[in-house]
């Protein structure tokens, strides 16, 4: 029987079989020196074997790597058994990123756009003196018709300390983050509610019972950390007890890690996260020491909303001498509960206002609206209560701290509309069983910093328009996470989002990232980004942006660089790594430092950089970089090694690839711990400030849609794609695949073939009512309540039992990534069906991946 070859088939074949031959030439080439042209020997010498210490360059918590080289070419990775966050493994990621190095589609050059923007690029080779000169001259020209023209987009940048800050502050650029796209919502609520910046996650060692609430857990990351490091401290802690609920509208990547599976329905969490609150406090399984003590629950409200401040000091009612008196007046015993009268005014404390406001959020309200059975509801409420121990302490480093096993594991789940007060919500709910910084509680981050946005958010200062390119601080988004698909509307219609025309950009650098498929809606920033005259993007590939919009392509290495420095910490220990450059670059590939260097030295800004480098990586005489000279990566990251106290300085990592420093403190580790405790803050239970920005905006005549949810208690409101026609009658949730997760995985034939296509996650109840069959193709098609406009695109179904039957789910990474044979016909990209704009985002701009939608064959 002839076997049929389709011609993808052929050309991922072809570009596989060229890829080895390539790869080949290149590992072996220095066996050339061993026999002459006539086979006589040259040399006896063998080609030289060492292993090269570095970390992960492909995945998100850079876990420490060797890499065995021999004749100056890798031939293979291996885990580093010494680095804290993977303890020598290896997941297929790091593995498969050893044919990045090889990869015959890599840019090996930098590329000069020769046609229009918006459609498939066509590119010339250049020189990095032609490039770097024609970028330089660009963003002078830009420059000088304005100082906040020049906009920098990050994407996968490993060294904020010198791409994010030292950089972009010489250039004097407009920086846009990625954290939108991610799980900036409850970046946003935990800095807003416990004054840490991160979202939520468990203190494995000592929790008993975490609520892991849409955490993937075994198929892509969490909070601050990837992959390998949490799902090795979940099987640890499930060895010696730990429970595990799910609460999801998917089961699979909890699979037998769960004790308890709660499919709640999309969007619906800020409804089961009050009606949890309502039940702990009906129960009357509350902290009060730590409510009084280190939160605003005992501050007096007034009618109004506002907290009652006497001589600019909020006040509490004093059970001493039944008055008002300052929250920290020596001796004041603070009430956490009840309605006083003083001086004709009817005061409430915080936390009795929050008690009257979730009154009606029951278990039997939120049952039809999560579609969770008010008895399960009752039953993780009282299972929440028994397990927090309150009351209990332990003993750990000499001190007697407060001992809350329960915590919550929460990340891109933050991402829907209700996100920032949804995740503020499940932080109230952890309040108020005393768990934030308790031993076993809830964590944040993995030291406990007080963030500055804490204080930021608490004074509610609006600015003024003509406002910047992301909002910042405007009546649209008083709290901002910086949404790029935000700026693309912005450039569309800037006079209608009050944006500075004078700022509006005139060249964008593309750092590492690849909007059009990672972000928002493909389609708005598509439009709103060609409307920027010059874009250049560092990559190591054409990436679907690139290839689309960009005017100059600048070669990025991937693991052939210096890079950091990088955290190496578990949450336990305290270390810290770098990259180190595994073998020399193929082709003229360079690292994006290395880049910026040249580049400031062509802008003539070289000094300014290097003064900004010496500030951000803290360099101490006599281990500064002087001004005057352009330095290498190396040397600039030696002197860092020689300023942190390692005599030796780079040679240490480049023997060691990590820097193990010892147990992270317990003082830092647990907010109880700290002197004085949480650094001296007290806990946000109760909004006033939201409250304050939700009446300045209301007195500027913003419309609804953004202040409704600048609320001082997180409120239910049904989310904005409930007002679809009732024909979009299905969910569409994303999610990552942990082949893919923070990778450019889908073209690494390593990877790509575990997860070859794209496939939409579908119930067979929901596909048996639609005449579905496993593997048939259909079109999505999804709905914006708002502004009624669809999009659809074509995709294979996969029938699973581990998802809602109102649910079908598309991960992220498809969408042919970049423009290479094997991301080709891999099928669409989830943000092609999602929105951006009111309705679609939450009220910190940040974007919003549910929608409704109607799946039919095609």
């Not at 002078?140 to 950089?167: C, H, M």
């Not at 990025?556 to 950091?564: D, F, M, N, Q, V």
């Not at 950089?609 to 030696?638: C, Q």
């Amino acid at each position: 029987m002839a076997l049929k070859v389709s011609r993808r088939t052929f050309l991922k074949g072809a570009a596989a079989a060229g890829g080895v031959a390539a790869a080949s030439a290149f590992l072996y080439r220095n066996l050339e020196t061993l026999a002459g042209p006539e086979g006589e020997a040259r040399s006896s010498a063998a080609p030289s074997e060492e292993w090269v210490p570095t970390t992960c360059w492909i995945g998100k918590q850079d876990c420490g790597i060797l890499a065995r080289r021999i004749g100056g070419r890798v031939v293979k990775l291996e885990g580093n058994a010494a680095h804290p966050r993977n303890l020598g493994t290896l997941c297929p990621k790091g593995v498969a990123q050893i044919s990045a190095l090889y990869d015959p589609n890599r840019v090996r050059t930098p590329l000069i756009r020769t046609n229009e923007k918006g459609i498939p690029g066509q590119f010339r080779t250049a020189s990095w003196e032609e490039a770097l000169n024609l970028v330089a001259s660009k963003i002078r020209e830009a420059q000088a018709k304005g100082a906040k023209t020049v906009i920098w987009q990050k994407g996968r940048s490993k060294s904020g300390p010198l791409y994010d800050n030292a950089f972009t502050a010489a250039l004097g650029a407009v920086k846009l983050h990625h954290g939108a796209f991610c799980s900036d919502a409850g970046y946003r609520a935990s800095e807003y509610t416990l004054g840490l910046n991160g979202v939520l996650h468990p203190d494995f060692k000592y929790t008993n019972l975490l609520l892991s609430w849409g955490w993937n857990i075994t198929a892509g990351g969490g909070n601050k950390l990837c992959w390998i490091t949490f799902p090795r401290q979940l099987v640890e802690a499930r060895e010696r007890g730990m429970k595990v609920v799910h609460i999801d509208p998917r089961l699979h990547s909890a699979g037998p890690h769960a004790d308890w599976w709660i499919p709640i329905r999309p969007g619906s969490d800020l409804a089961l996260a009050l009606a949890l609150i309502h039940q702990v406090i009906a129960q009357g399984s509350i902290d009060r020491a730590y409510l009084v003590n280190y939160t605003n629950a005992p501050f007096l409200v007034q009618e109004d909303g506002t907290f009652l401040r006497l001589e600019g000091k909020e006040q509490v009612w004093d059970e001493g001498s039944g008055a008002p008196r300052p929250y920290d007046a020596p001796g004041v015993r603070p009430a956490l509960e009840g309605t006083f009268q003083w001086q004709g005014r009817r005061l409430r404390t915080a936390f009795q206002v929050l008690k009257e406001h979730v009154q009606g959020y029951t278990p039997d309200w939120a049952a039809s609206i999560c579609d969770v059975p008010a008895e399960e509801i009752r039953r993780l409420a009282k299972a929440l209560a028994e397990n927090a121990q309150i009351g209990a302490t332990i003993s750990l480093g000499g001190k007697v701290l407060p001992l809350r096993p329960v915590a919550i594991h929460t990340y891109h789940l933050a991402q829907q509309e209700l996100g920032f007060q949804a995740t503020r919500a499940m932080a109230i709910l952890m309040m108020l069983l005393g768990s934030p910084g308790a031993v076993g509680g809830q964590r944040v981050d993995f030291t406990w910093k007080i963030h500055a946005n804490f204080q930021k958010f608490g004074e509610a200062k609006l600015a003024n328009p003509p406002y910047n390119i992301w909002l910042e601080n405007s009546e649209f988004f008083p709290i901002n996470s910086n949404n790029s698909a935000i700026v693309a509307l912005a450039l569309k219609d800037p006079e209608a989002w009050k944006v500075d025309k004078a700022q509006l950009p005139q060249v964008m650098i593309i750092h590492m990232s690849n909007p059009l498929l990672a972000f928002g809606s493909s389609q708005d920033i598509l439009e709103g980004f060609k409307r920027i005259p010059f874009i250049v993007v560092l990559d190591a590939w054409i990436s679907k942006t690139a290839d689309l919009l960009a005017d100059v392509i600048l070669p990025a290495s991937t693991l052939e660089k210096y890079e950091g420095p990088l955290s190496a910490t578990d949450q336990y220990v305290d270390a810290v790594a770098l990259r180190l450059p595994v073998m020399d670059p193929l082709g003229e590939s360079r690292g994006e430092l290395e880049i910026y260097l040249d580049l400031a030295e062509r802008l003539g800004i070289l000094d300014k950089f290097i003064e900004n480098i010496n500030k951000e990586l803290n360099l101490k005489a006599p281990n500064t970089l002087p001004k005057g000279r352009k330095p290498t990566p190396r040397e600039i990251f030696d002197l860092w090694a020689k300023s942190q106290g390692l005599s030796e300085g780079i040679a240490y990592f480049e023997r060691n690839g990590v820097w193990v420093k010892g147990e992270i403190p317990i003082a830092q580790q647990y907010g109880y711990a700290q002197d004085p405790p949480f650094g001296g803050i007290r806990h946000r239970l109760y909004g006033e400030s939201l409250l304050l920005m939700q009446r300045q905006m209301q007195a500027r005549g913003v419309s609804e849609i953004f202040w409704r949810d600048y609320t001082p208690l997180p409120t239910w409101r049904k989310p904005t794609m409930e007002q679809s026609p009732p024909q979009y009658d299905l969910y569409l949730i994303s999610f990552k695949l942990i082949e893919f997760k923070q990778a450019r995985g889908t073209n690494l034939p390593l990877v790509a073939e575990l997860a070859p296509a794209q496939r939409l996650w579908m119930n067979p109840k929901a596909a048996k009512a639609r005449g579905i069959k496993d593997g048939d193709e259909v079109w999505v098609e999804s709905h914006n309540a708002v502004t009624g406009q669809t999009k659809r695109a074509k995709v294979k179904v996969f029938l699973t039992e581990a998802i809602r039957p109102d649910t079908v789910g598309l991960p992220h990474h498809y969408g042919d990534i970049a423009r290479h044979p094997w991301s080709e016909g891999q099928g669409p990209g989830a943000a092609e069906l999602f929105f951006t704009g009111p309705g679609y985002i939450a009220n910190t701009a940040d974007q919003s991946f549910l929608v409704k939608v109607r799946v039919y064959k095609a």
